[in-house]
């Protein structure tokens, strides 16, 4: 029996070349021909509430209530480091005791009914959660409410109301076929909805010219147990906070956000790519900080990703081109430059870098949707991956970046853990950047060191002045790091059906 899937999307399939897969071999002790994992979690057999199930049914329809242990566990989990190593571990979260899928038009009831009954509600959309947000308290009656049948679709000229569970691959190639585009590229696009963008106040790959998710808005509808709050859809509003303000990082919290009017844009005529070798990271930091037009896609790696992404790559005769011309500039720490726009005069070479064309940036957007799968072939090997992001002000930035990663290698020495980090940045702008730092340990303690490490690097965002996260939203992993006073004035707008969320 293969159990739930409990990685990300629906295959397990990332190609490494042979160097890569020689590097992972050293780091971590291993081979890469031995799996230890297929990805996949028997659930606990803690039967479903069947008396449950049939109040529900009355409300949303038999056929959209589930008490299957597998879906309740499905839905029970999101794609967190902490989350998947747990149940790796045999370790399982808190369950729901039901799962139900309602229309629109049952939402209102539903939630009445789980307001009346004490039971408490979590929001499912594609389960990508990266943050804990989809656990609930052990011995709490809950029920997931999946957003996967609201999925309204208008287009309109400029504009469209879309239901909150459309997945992004989904809508956007809705949204092509009518000549748009919605402008928001995650790399979660595969599972990801439209409500958990919206959710988790998300930033897409090309926000340097689409903007956030947050800029996308026009209006926004948001069901709770005390009724509807919805927007007009118009250009603008001034009527105080808005449905739209209160979704926007709302985390589930606050009500379901049953549909959006999001803004739309042509699809573009021509896409335009380059690629540079800066010298090293903090030099593309200072070009960065002083670029007068921002590139759609402008994503600056490190010296230890651009180097795995050198040895990843098919073209060995341009890898070699490549790793002389650094020799003979002597960069000390050569850092690999993306952009991607559709106008070829917002992209500038920075200054003493190496141009290698447009090939790797290519073949970056081509792949740019395959890496979680990465992560994926780790977690089966045995390796734990995981990423934190924030923001930091450009004065900030190169001192935020060092004081991380050596934060990570005194951590590693300390506790005797094998791993690497790496980081980039992407998400730039005239203030500042998001700056990734994407990190894999291998040891005989896992879950206390991936906490530490976790604990320890979201404490140096905050001492350094940035956020938590910059778009994948605190959650409940990361809320004990939020500021008190912003989490009492969120409590404000909790709707009671969800309070236990988060």
């Not at 778009?471 to 404000?492: A, E, I, T």
Request: proline fraction near 5%; glycine fraction near 8%.
């Amino acid at each position: 029996m293969p159990g739930v899937r409990v990685l990300y999307g629906s295959k397990d399939s990332y190609e490494l070349q042979i160097p890569a897969i020689n590097e992972i071999e050293s780091i971590f002790g291993i081979k890469w021909a031995n799996k230890i994992w297929d990805g996949h979690a028997n659930p606990p057999e803690i039967p479903g509430n069947v008396e449950l199930g049939k109040k529900l049914s009355e409300i949303v329809g038999s056929d959209n209530v589930f008490l299957d242990a597998s879906i309740r566990l499905k839905h029970s989990l999101g794609m967190s480091s902490p989350e998947i190593l747990d149940v790796r571990n045999s370790n399982f979260p808190a369950i729901v005791d039901a799962v139900v899928t309602p229309d629109e038009k049952d939402i209102i009831p539903l939630l009445a009914f789980l307001e009346s009954m004490k039971i408490h509600g979590v929001i499912y959309g594609g389960g990508t959660s990266v943050n804990g947000s989809l656990q609930s308290k052990k011995n709490a009656e809950t029920v997931a409410i999946s957003t996967e049948r609201l999925r309204k679709l208008n287009i309109s000229e400029d504009y469209a109301v879309v239901g909150s569970g459309w997945k992004g691959f989904e809508l956007e190639n809705k949204l092509n076929a009518s000549g748009y585009t919605l402008g928001h590229f995650p790399e979660s696009m595969e599972g990801s909805t439209l409500g958990g963008w919206i959710a988790t106040k998300a930033a897409g790959q090309e926000s340097n010219y689409y903007g956030s998710i947050e800029d996308r808005l026009l209006a926004v509808s948001i069901m709770r147990s005390d009724g509807v709050v919805a927007d007009t859809i118009s250009p603008r509003e001034s009527a105080g906070l808005m449905a739209k303000d209160v979704a926007a990082g709302s985390e589930g919290k606050f009500g379901i956000i049953t549909e959006a009017a999001v803004k739309l844009d042509r699809l573009p005529t021509k896409r335009f790519y380059r690629t540079f070798v800066v010298e090293s990271f903090e030099a593309g930091i200072a070009f960065l900080r002083n670029m007068k037009e921002i590139p759609a896609i402008t994503r600056l790696s490190d010296g230890v990703e651009t180097e795995f992404s050198m040895k990843n790559s098919r073209d060995s005769i341009g890898l070699k081109y490549v790793r002389k011309v650094v020799r003979m500039r002597k960069f000390i720490d050569p850092s690999l430059l993306i952009t991607i726009d559709n106008n070829q005069d917002r992209i500038t070479k920075p200054p003493r870098s190496i141009s290698i064309g447009s090939s790797p940036a290519k073949i970056w957007e081509r792949d740019r949707y395959k890496r979680p799968y990465l992560g994926n072939e780790l977690w089966m090997r045995g390796i734990v991956p995981d990423t934190l992001e924030t923001s930091a002000r450009w004065e900030n930035l190169v001192e935020l970046y060092n004081s991380t990663i050596s934060l990570f290698k005194t951590l590693q020495g300390e506790r005797k853990f094998r791993g690497f980090i790496m980081s980039h940045i992407s998400h730039v702008y005239p203030q500042g950047a998001c700056i990734y730092f994407t990190f894999a340990i291998k040891s005989n303690k896992e879950p206390d060191d991936l906490i530490a490490i976790r604990d320890a690097m979201l404490s140096n965002f905050i001492r350094m002045g940035s956020p938590v996260t910059h778009h994948h939203g605190p959650g409940k992993l990361m809320r004990k790091f939020v500021d008190g006073n912003k989490l009492h004035m969120q409590s404000l707008l909790r709707d009671p059906v969800f309070s236990e969320v988060g």
